[in-house]
């Protein structure tokens, strides 16, 4: 009866884990379902601003007000959709590029698109920054090359 509970426990245990993971892409479809009847909206909203300075200059008339509230509506829908995606894509397990916005692994230095160098979150940088603590110091050759300081760094990316 020992293989047998063996197996038991293992089928079990790979239940609990296809549940899991049942559970993370139900969530991930929601959400990207969410998303796209955000940017239904956001369209509608622009398409609907749109009329509004239409017949305002049409009228010969001018409603900055309405024209402000319409704004802070679609800007109010273009943060969430925004968190959406950020959502989405911790979930996904991928960072996008600024400059291009293609998705790239979480641990990527550069956009494997473009090339340019990705912007990384204040949680990777202080993870780094305890291992690299805890590495022993390391002497360095004559013939090894001292690092560049940091604002030379720096300046090579804006050059870049």
Do not use: F, W
Not at 43 to 61: M, R, S, V
Not at 143 to 159: I, M
Request: charged share 35%.
């Amino acid at each position: 009866m020992g293989k047998l509970d063996e197996v038991l426990a293992k089928a079990k245990d790979l239940a609990k884990v296809a549940g899991n993971k049942t559970e993370e892409v139900v969530e991930l479809t929601r959400l990207k379902i969410q998303a796209s009847q955000l940017r239904g909206d956001i369209d509608a909203n622009y398409l609907k601003l749109g009329e509004i300075i239409y017949e305002l200059n049409k009228a010969g008339t001018e409603n900055e007000e309405l024209i402000s509230m319409c704004i802070a509506e679609i800007e109010s829908q273009r943060e969430e959709l925004a968190e959406l995606t950020n959502k989405i894509d911790e979930m996904k397990n991928v960072v996008k590029c600024t400059e291009c916005m293609a998705a790239n692994p979480v641990g990527a230095l550069y956009c494997a698109r473009c090339g340019a160098r990705l912007e990384r979150k204040p949680e990777e940088h202080s993870e780094e920054d305890a291992s690299a603590e805890e590495a022993p110091a390391q002497e360095t050759e004559a013939s090894e090359v001292p690092a560049l300081p940091e604002n030379a760094e720096k300046a090579e990316d804006a050059q870049a």
